[in-house]
């Protein structure tokens, strides 16, 4: 099994990678992007284990570990 | 003083913290690796250095902060022993939630290493009592991820206990948006814990400790730490 962590921003914290990498966009001359917003993927392969364990495994991490609560946010995806 | 400086893979100031400990004790602190399970029996400081613990991956302390001498570090903390993070030491404090808040990538997005000037905002904390309250001192900064930032709730009950020790100024002692270097929320430098045995701070008090360094500002910070765990 495999699955896909994203780590993302909460709305409100100010990112200013994003910002740096908007700034960039619109000197590159690429049109249309109104904003960006920088987050982390993390690739995940799961041990043999029942969709519930799994996600409550891929939770655990994201709490412990791969997500700072207290500024981002995870989006969990199990393939 | 019996102190105990942690080394993580990564830390580059341990040295710099372990001077100016025995400079202003007289005692010689000890270091004390990551993996290591106990602090040295008796230890009544804990200093987390700054550096950058496991290459600053995943997040600025993230890892450090779980690792397994933290443990011991935390259980130190719970029994009400002093606690000082200095910059990555900060960092880690907050991932291993001895401390609120999270700091961020520099509002600017430049690694800023110079003097700045700092506003003392309490004498009544195990760290500053050798300051006055409203002192200015200057030591410096070395940081890429500085920027204090913790929600609106946190922050406000962080400033209406009081555990803003201190906040960036400038020379003068005014707290202007110019003298914030990092964008930090309330241009917050440093933090202490519900019971203010627990501090955390960004710029580096151990670099201002000798005369020959041109500066000896940062000093009241050790012989602070000195004196209240001679009187303790």
Request: proline share 4%; charged share 20%.
């Amino acid at each position: 099994m495999k699955a896909r962590v994203t780590v993302t921003l909460k709305t409100g914290v100010l990112d200013p990678q994003g910002k740096a990498i908007e700034g960039a966009l619109k000197s590159l001359g690429v049109e249309g992007i109104g904003s960006v917003r920088q987050g982390k993927v993390f690739d995940l392969e799961i041990a043999d284990m029942d969709r519930a364990a799994a996600e409550a495994a891929i939770k655990a991490a994201c709490e412990k570990l791969l997500a700072n609560t207290v500024v981002e946010n995870y989006r969990i995806d199990i393939a | 003083m019996k102190a105990a400086v942690i080394v993580f893979p990564g830390s580059n100031r341990e040295r710099d913290i372990a001077y100016a400990l025995e400079l202003t004790s007289g005692q010689k602190p000890a270091l004390v690796w990551h993996g290591d399970r106990d602090l040295p029996a008796g230890t009544d400081l804990v200093v987390l250095p700054g550096g950058f613990s496991y290459g600053d991956y995943l997040r600025c302390g993230a890892i450090a902060a779980r690792a397994t001498v933290m443990d011991a570090v935390r259980a130190h903390a719970a029994r009400g022993g002093l606690v000082l993070g200095v910059c990555n030491g900060f960092q880690i404090l907050c991932e291993a939630g001895l401390l609120p808040g999270v700091l961020m990538r520099n509002a600017q997005l430049k690694f800023i290493a110079r003097n700045i000037h700092l506003k003392v905002e309490r004498s009544d904390t195990p760290f500053t009592r050798r300051y006055n309250a409203g002192a200015v001192i200057e030591v410096p900064v070395a940081h890429g991820e500085g920027n204090f930032i913790a929600d609106a709730e946190t922050v406000a009950k962080l400033e209406g206990e009081g555990r803003v020790v201190f906040r960036y100024c400038d020379a003068a002692g005014q707290v202007t948006a110019d003298a914030n270097i990092n964008g930090a929320t309330n241009a917050i430098a440093g933090i202490v814990s519900e019971n203010r045995r627990v501090l955390g701070m960004m710029p580096h008090p151990e670099n201002h400790v000798d005369p020959a360094i041109g500066s000896t500002d940062g000093r009241g910070l050790f012989e602070s730490l000195a004196e209240a765990l001679q009187t303790a």
